[in-house]
T-cell receptor, first 114, second 115 residues
Framework: KAGVTQTPRYLIKTRGQQVTLSCSPI?????VSWYQQTPGQGLQFLFEYFSETQRNKGNFPGRFSGRQFSNSRSEMNVSTLELGDSALYLC?????????????FGQGTRLTVV | GENVEQHPSTLSVQEGDSAVIKCTYS??????FPWYKQELGKRPQLIID?????GEKKDQRIAVTLNKTAKHFSLHITETQPEDSAVYFCAAAASGGGSNYKLTFGKGTLLTVNP
């Protein structure tokens, strides 16, 4: 069974640009969560999608948005990039939700904003 | 919302010793507590989890204990090996009817096992 796949693995963007990250969950998993990982803050929750519906959103500005498609693949978008957005972005998929069933993480997308 | 505190932030032990990492949580509705291990440059992976109807759970050299009254839970690794060196994250979530569909993570503990 293929694991969680995130693309691209690395991105370098300029301040003010926007970026779209992609996450393909494990086959059969309907829940996809996104987390921002930085050295000082650990893993911070961005949002969670289940069957194309956002069920929860973390404390991030509106520049961070996401969506989920009918095949459970998910994308997150960050507009008007700031230097502080540089981080590792991880997605995790689970059968019903990470709060209930094991969450499997992707390798992450390393975003650098210059 | 939920807040998870994790201590210590770094831990260095000699091979063969035990290691203990502690976490506290704030939301009494939380009832699912997973632990993740993240090796350098790798993705976080679940190593053990516990639900609030259980006080302790073991899996070979790893054990987790939960004290619901005090709102804290701990990870115990016995007979540590160099391959145990990694960052360990605790997390908490409310599942079931009170679910908010997310894991709240502690800030991580960098465990170094010296040969």
């Amino acid at each position: 069974k293929a694991g969680v796949t995130q693309t691209p693995r690395y991105l370098i963007k300029t301040r003010g640009q926007q970026v779209t990250l992609s996450c393909s969950p494990i086959s059969g998993h309907r829940s996809v969560s996104w987390y921002q990982q930085t050295p000082g803050q650990g893993l911070q929750f961005l949002f969670e999608y289940f069957s194309e519906t956002q069920r929860n959103k973390g404390n991030f500005p509106g520049r961070f948005s996401g969506r989920q498609f009918s095949n459970s693949r998910s994308e997150m978008n960050v507009s008007t990039l700031e230097l502080g957005d540089s981080a590792l972005y991880l997605c995790a998929s689970s059968l019903q939700g990470a709060e209930n069933t094991e969450a499997f993480f992707g390798q992450g997308t390393r975003l650098t904003v210059v | 919302g939920e807040n998870v505190e994790q201590h210590p932030s770094t831990l260095s032990v000699q091979e063969g010793d035990s290691a203990v990492i502690k976490c506290t949580y704030s939301d009494s509705a939380s009832n699912y507590f997973p632990w993740y291990k993240q090796e350098l440059g790798k993705r976080p992976q679940l190593i053990i989890d516990i639900r609030s109807n259980v006080g302790e759970k073991k899996d070979q050299r790893i054990a987790v204990t939960l004290n619901k009254t005090a709102k804290h839970f701990s990870l115990h690794i016995t007979e540590t090996q160099p391959e145990d060196s990694a960052v360990y994250f605790c997390a908490a979530a409310a599942s079931g009817g009170g679910s908010n569909y997310k894991l709240t993570f502690g800030k991580g503990t960098l465990l170094t096992v010296n040969p």
